[in-house]
């Protein structure tokens, strides 16, 4: 917590000028540069195209009273699923309650270390690094030391041809300020909130600042098999300041699952 | 305020809040379900190791609930939360030694096995740290 407040102004203003630095460069791989006025008042969110570049928290953050001028997302609408998929859904998520309720956790991804994947990294458990190259946007969640990479302008293969992945194939593009991201080949196993997906699902996303320290994440994800109907929400993250990421390699995990299907705590000597 | 009191007000302030919210949050690696926050113990004796790595840190101690007067000394297996976490809340690596006498308040294991997990722990030299927003403060003194 130390780290984002400290130096905040030195460090606003060096970020300031990184951003004008990349925008510049960024200008010159993928927009028109006439369309760029030559220099914005500081209060104005700055180019996109550059000043997503950065570190990221998800906002507001577990202890964080929200600002006033950002209001959090609502919360996350349980998935549209088709009235065939619901029952056995529900009947899934009442018994994982119940487990937890009785102190018996259920085997879950994480129980084996297997990273989220999308779109469960990009809800922001850790802090979240933007990179923003010629031609590519980065996204690296240091939780599981999980890296997805967009491709500006690139096209996606068709459902049938995209090999399954934890974070998929990604194609970007700007419409004006945001960026517009398609993804679709998520692996089976990858479910976000337990919900089933076909190779048909795609995850569209509206990533834009909505000032030069606040972000969102608008994301619908449509699946013509399982979804009756979009399933939308929005994630939001605050620019962390003088933060450097840390590696996360999931080298010691101590859980297990017993005979009983619970996920238990290995003792140590 | 001093560095080290000042860096303790600040895990209490980020702790402080978060009970309610510790069970509806995503967590780092997995539930706590495991782990009953509601009969919360205070654990003092000598760490036999200190394990500082993802998905979470643990420290390796033998000692005995303090509130049991009948209690033998016996291992006790503490976990923490991620290194992430923790740095981000002013842990150090290196911060807790094979061979320190520290207490620790933990959440224990429903199973009755020794081990729990951490809820705040008290370093030889008296500072307190918290185990960051997910897994929630102390309950007890």
């Known amino acids: 917590m130390k780290k984002m407040t400290r130096h905040k102004g030195a460090v606003l203003a060096s970020a300031a000028m990184l951003g004008l630095l990349a925008s510049a460069a960024v200008a010159a791989a993928d927009a028109p540069a006439e369309t760029r006025p030559a220099a914005k008042p500081a209060a104005k969110i700055p180019n996109a195209r550059a000043a997503m570049t950065g570190q990221w928290n998800r906002y507001p953050e577990i202890d964080e009273k929200p600002h006033p001028d950002f209001p959090p997302a609502a919360p996350i609408p349980p998935p549209p699923l088709k009235a065939q998929y619901k029952a056995e859904y529900d009947a899934l998520r009442k018994k994982l309650a119940e487990a937890e309720a009785a102190g018996k956790p259920l085997y879950s991804n994480y129980t084996a270390c297997i990273p989220d994947g999308m779109p469960a990294m990009m809800m922001g458990m850790f802090p979240m690094e933007v990179l923003q190259t010629p031609g590519q946007v980065t996204i690296i969640q240091e939780a599981y030391n999980q890296v997805r990479r967009i491709y500006m302008g690139e096209k996606l293969p068709a459902f049938e041809d995209a090999e399954p992945l934890f974070w998929g194939h990604s194609t970007g593009k700007w419409e004006g300020d945001t960026l517009v991201v398609e993804t679709i080949g998520i692996k089976d196993n990858v479910k976000f909130r337990d919900t089933p997906h076909s190779n048909q699902m795609r995850i569209s996303e509206r990533i834009r600042l909505l000032s030069p320290n606040m972000m969102e994440d608008e994301v619908t994800v449509t699946d013509p098999v399982y979804l009756d109907g979009p399933w939308k929400w929005r994630w939001m993250y605050k620019r962390m300041h003088d933060y450097k990421m840390l590696e996360y390699v999931c080298e010691s995990n101590r859980e297990y699952i017993d005979e009983t299907g619970a996920a238990r705590m290995k003792l140590g000597k | ?141």
């Open chain 2, 1 to 141: 305020m001093n560095k080290s009191t000042a860096r303790f007000t600040r895990a209490i302030v980020l702790g402080a809040g978060c009970a309610l919210a510790a069970v509806s949050v995503a967590f780092a690696h997995h539930s706590f379900a495991m782990f009953d926050s509601d009969h919360q113990i205070k654990v003092s004796g000598k760490v036999t190791g200190f394990q500082w790595a993802n998905p979470h840190v643990y420290i390796e101690m033998d000692g005995k609930n303090v509130k049991d007067e009948q209690a033998q000394v016996q291992h006790y297996t503490v976990e923490c939360a991620s290194p992430g976490i923790l740095t981000r809340i002013g842990w150090k690596f290196n911060m807790v030694k094979a061979g320190d006498e520290i207490t620790v308040i933990i959440a224990p294991l429903r199973t009755g096995e020794p081990g729990g997990l951490l809820k705040q722990v008290t370093l030889p030299d008296g500072r307190k740290f918290l185990n960051g927003g997910p897994a929630g403060k102390p309950n007890i003194e």
